[in-house]
């Protein structure tokens, strides 16, 4: 029996010091906290096969979407779509703090990324598998 993903998501979002950490990882979706630095940003993407949904829980930043920057602080929610070349960047004094749903996956399960530079490194090896959480 599968047990999915419960808990409180705006706790854990706000307790994660990491860049990246995957959640939980299902057949389609994949839920993973992240926070970036004052400065800091994901860098530029461009998922063709999926959409990508952002909730930020504290801080402010902006979220580029094919090249128009659009402000993000507390609350905000906002759906990428697929094909779209994307970027978060955190604007403000402190930790830009959120989590990421990817439709489909997007990284290996339960990969961690404590820092940007570690993710940069793991780029080419974190790519989603098939690997599900259960």
Same mark, same amino acid.
């Given at each position: 029996?599968?047990? +999915?993903?419960?808990?409180? #998501? *705006?706790?854990?979002?706000? %307790?994660?010091?990491t860049?990246?950490?995957?959640l939980?990882?299902?057949? @389609?979706?994949?839920?993973?906290?992240?926070?970036?630095?004052? +400065? *800091?940003?994901? /860098?530029?993407?461009v @998922? =063709?096969? /999926?959409?990508?949904?952002?909730?930020?829980?504290?801080? &402010?930043?902006?979220?580029? #979407? %094919?090249?128009?920057a659009?402000?993000?602080?507390? =609350?905000?929610g906002?759906?990428?779509?697929? +094909?779209?070349?994307?970027?978060?960047?955190?604007?403000?004094? *402190?930790?830009?703090?959120?989590?990421?749903?990817? +439709?489909p996956? *997007?990284?290996?399960? &339960?990969?961690?990324?404590? %820092? &940007?530079?570690q993710?940069?490194? %793991?780029? =080419?090896? =974190?790519?989603?598998?098939? /690997?599900?959480?259960?």
């Amino acid at each position: 029996m599968k047990q +999915g993903y419960v808990d409180d #998501i *705006e706790r854990a979002t706000l %307790d994660n010091e990491t860049f990246r950490t995957v959640l939980y990882t299902g057949e @389609h979706l994949q839920l993973v906290v992240m926070t970036l630095k004052p +400065g *800091e940003e994901i /860098g530029e993407e461009v @998922h =063709d096969d /999926g959409d990508q949904f952002f909730r930020f829980e504290t801080g &402010k930043g902006e979220v580029l #979407i %094919d090249g128009k920057a659009n402000p993000v602080a507390d =609350d905000f929610g906002v759906i990428v779509p697929a +094909g779209a070349r994307h970027n978060v960047r955190n604007t403000g004094s *402190e930790p830009l703090k959120f989590y990421t749903i990817y +439709g489909p996956p *997007e990284h290996k399960d &339960k990969v961690v990324h404590r %820092d &940007k530079a570690q993710a940069d490194r %793991d780029h =080419d090896n =974190d790519h989603w598998d098939g /690997g599900t959480t259960e």
